[in-house]
């Protein structure tokens, strides 16, 4: 099944909205659970004043259909259709430049110029689509 969970204290298990993550963060121990992708696009999350999270980075994948999603820092179970909105809605959202080429399955964005291999510094200009060499 599709999950949408977040970050947990590593050891306390506390969720990372409600208490600084002192002891680093961790994902829930959902069986079988495979991540897939998080909503980057938020980065860099802002914190609240006691040191927790504003807001909970959103992390998804699939887990086993006998898993337990009642776990602290499981968010929810989402359909596929959900899952499939969510991923081409972050995709989009991390897309750099109108003329870059996205591939969903790595969430990824190329130049439609490959970048010149010269040795040279270059910046992608998109008036001109094309890199343009930084001096």
Sequence with gaps: MYIQ???IDADTGILCTQAPMRTGPSIPNVKGFQFIFQNESYFPIASNADGSLSTAPLLYGTCDDDADTTLIG?????????????????????????SWIGD?????????????????YY??????INWVEVV
């Design 5 to 7: 969970i977040t970050n």
């Design 104 to 120: 969903i399955d790595t969430m990824s964005w190329q130049p439609p110029i490959p970048y010149p291999q010269d040795g040279k």
């Design 123 to 128: 910046q992608w200009d998109e008036p001109t």
């Design 74 to 98: 499981v968010l929810k179970v989402i359909s596929q259709a959900e899952f499939d909105a969510d991923k081409q809605a972050e995709h989009q959202a991390r897309k750099p430049y109108p």
